[in-house]
């Protein structure tokens, strides 16, 4: 049995993620990195209080097979492009470093459609970054998720984003071909990814998109 990590627990992909990994038989432990204390309970589950700056403290600690990333702010938070960074690349990388170092041997990391290390867009130049840096780490296994817009209901009020779920949901149908990875997913459909590629993935480096994702969701 194995014992993974999960950074970003609290999310909303890394929530339904560190759910589906405590409810598989396939983990011993999972070890949640988190800023504050969840609101959740179970036998497999260790709750560790960390974020970017107190993470090499709780080096000891994150020793597992695999990690998890699923970090990530939104510019209204996080407005600030120096603070955004920290949150979106510096802290996954770190995490990644620690875990390999560790003795880690397989990552999967949540990024966003069309990240582009060389890209002029802040956003999906920072995404590219991130999976730049930790593929530079050499992990056994790289797992990369591509989502594109992430449907589903949220505890927060985000109207906005409401206002554009709804234009996916009405879009999903007519992207076709090598649009497709810009279709919507749930939160949870990507999370049950996730924990489906790290049950069968054996690759050096993969990279999935809603195509990809959705084949995985539909493996029984």
């Known amino acids: 049995m194995k014992k993974a990590i999960v950074f970003g627990a609290t999310g909303f992909i890394g929530s339904h993620l560190l759910r589906d990994l405590l409810d598989s038989p396939d983990y011993a432990q999972v070890i949640a990195v988190v ?42 938070h996080t407005p600030d492009e ?7 690349h510096d802290y996954p990388v770190l995490a990644a470093e620690i875990a390999k ?17 060389k890209s ?19 992990f056994d296994h790289t797992h990369i998720f591509r989502p594109s817009m992430i449907l589903g209901q949220r505890d927060e009020d985000r109207p906005r984003e409401r206002l554009f779920v709804a234009v996916w949901d009405v879009l999903n149908p007519l992207l076709v071909g090598p649009a497709d990875r810009y279709r919507g997913l749930t939160g949870d459909q990507i999370a049950h990814a996730i ?26």
């Open 120 to 138: 002029s867009m802040f956003y999906v130049r920072t995404k590219g970054e991130v999976e730049r840096d930790i593929l530079a780490l050499g």
């Open 35 to 76: 800023r504050k204390p969840l609101a959740l309970s179970h036998t497999k589950l260790t709750v560790l209080i960390g974020d970017l700056a107190s993470l090499p403290a709780l080096k000891p600690q994150l020793v597992a097979d695999e990690i998890f990333i699923a970090l990530g702010t939104t510019r209204k």
């Open 82 to 88: 120096a603070e955004y960074y920290k949150v979106d």
């Open 195 to 220: 924990a489906k590629a790290a049950r069968d993935g054996t690759e050096k480096v993969r990279v999935y998109h809603w195509k990809e994702m959705t084949a995985l969701l539909a493996r029984p």
């Open 101 to 117: 170092a560790n003795g880690a041997r397989s990552v999967f990391l949540v990024t966003a459609v069309g990240a582009n290390a």
